[in-house]
Nanobody
Framework: QVQLVESGGGLVQAGGSLRLSCAAS????????MGWFRQAPGKEREFVAA????????NYADSVKGRFTISGDNAKNTVYLQMNSLKPEDTAIYYC????????????????WGQGTQVTVSS
């Protein structure tokens, strides 16, 4: 059984930084794509960033480009999301997702999800 465990969320002032981590565990689990999504109250879950294990190519939502950086450590089956210059509109629950064959922006394509971690940015 595959498990994704996020950590690193919290409360930060606008302009501050946070680093989220997502550790994947499970028997013989080798991810192809891992992504971060977020969901604010009353809104749909939206794509934030994704990374492919082979080659390390990345993809970002326009709203976070230049501020967020996704990176991965294949040996540790862990993905990180460095979030800088945070804004109040970044406030949401952030979810990690992983898939054996997909590394895109569609939440429907990811098979594995973490429980989420709360990020709150105060103005």
């Amino acid at each position: 059984q595959v498990q994704l465990v996020e950590s690193g969320g919290g409360l930060v002032q606008a302009g501050g930084s946070l680093r989220l981590s997502c550790a994947a565990s499970g028997r013989a689990f080798r991810w192809y794509g891992m992504g971060w999504f977020r969901q604010a109250p009353g809104k749909e879950r939206e794509f934030v960033a994704a990374i492919r294990s082979v080659g390390g190519s990345t993809n970002y939502a326009d709203s976070v480009k230049g501020r967020f950086t996704i990176s991965g450590d294949n040996a540790k089956n862990t993905v990180y999301l460095q979030m800088n210059s945070l804004k109040p509109e970044d406030t949401a629950i952030y979810y990690c997702a992983a898939d054996l064959y997909y590394s895109g922006t569609s939440k429907r394509e990811y098979d594995y999800w973490g429980q989420g971690t709360q990020v709150t940015v105060s103005s």
